[in-house]
């Protein structure tokens, strides 16, 4: 991916910690071809050979900066914490090692190991938490369309990349993007894709918020996250 500010803050980051600094690494829809402006965010991981308050405090200017261009801070490990970590964060280490770039520095991530053990009861979770926070925010959110809507497109992306590691943690290949994701989940739950679709065409640019029946996408939404978090859960049950 090529992005003037986003080289400009690594030449930022290489100048605040030259000698701590061992890797910058873009990961996420940035680098699987899924990116859209107005929905993804840059996700980067910066490795350091130390991360104690004074060398956290070396690139907060640099980071200050990047969070003013409205992009989120990078995530900063050092590389013994990243290998240690790999256990508590299968998914999100897998999902790094399968798409990432490097900006600088080495490939730390092509040196990290992810055990499997417990990737899919970490997915489990996830997809029940996801679930939760879901009911959580219609109880706490106005009775507003474009809230609901909201609601649906910033939720998205964590339910469609826990639907890819449902279908690696069920023995199946991994989906090459979102929709696949979603269509081939939808196959095992036997659940409605069409809220999910939905939401992707307008995230996509393909389909206008006026177009997009709210109560109708937001109930298949929801039934959909439901249908996929149970059938999952007692699948995990028939495995153990």
Same mark, same amino acid.
């Given at each position: 991916m090529t992005n003037p500010k986003l080289d400009e803050f690594v030449q930022k980051l290489k100048a605040a910690a030259p000698a701590n600094l061992k890797s910058v690494i873009l990961y996420g829809s940035a680098v699987t071809g899924e990116f859209h402006s107005k929905h993804s965010d840059l996700n980067l991981l910066c490795v350091? *050979?130390?991360? *104690?308050?004074?060398? !956290?405090?070396? !690139?907060?200017?640099?980071?200050?900066?990047?969070?003013?261009?409205g992009h989120r801070p990078p995530l900063v490990f050092t590389a013994e914490e990243l290998r240690r970590s790999a256990d508590v964060f299968a998914i999100e280490l897998l999902d790094m090692k399968s798409h990432h770039q490097v900006l600088f520095g080495d490939d730390i991530l092509a040196e990290i190991s992810v055990p499997l053990d417990y990737h899919a009861i970490q997915v489990e979770?996830?997809?029940?938490?996801?679930?939760?926070?879901?009911?959580?925010?219609m109880l706490a959110a106005p009775n507003k369309s474009k809230i609901y809507l909201e609601l649906m497109v910033s939720s998205f992306s964590a339910f469609t990349a826990l639907f890819r590691h449902a279908l690696i943690a069920l023995g199946e290949a991994p989906a090459g993007n979102k929709r696949e994701a979603i269509e081939r989940i939808s196959k095992f739950a036997n659940a409605d894709p069409g809220g999910f679709l939905a939401i992707l065409d307008f995230r996509e640019g393909k389909r206008e918020a006026r177009e997009v029946d709210i109560e109708k996408t937001l109930n298949q939404y929801f039934v959909f996250v439901e249908g996929v978090t149970d059938k999952f859960d007692r699948r995990l049950d028939t495995k153990v």
């Open positions: 350091a *050979d130390h991360t *104690d308050t004074s060398q !956290i405090e070396a !690139i907060q200017e640099p980071v200050k900066w990047w969070t003013k261009q979770r996830e997809l029940r938490i996801g679930w939760l926070r879901l009911r959580q925010a």
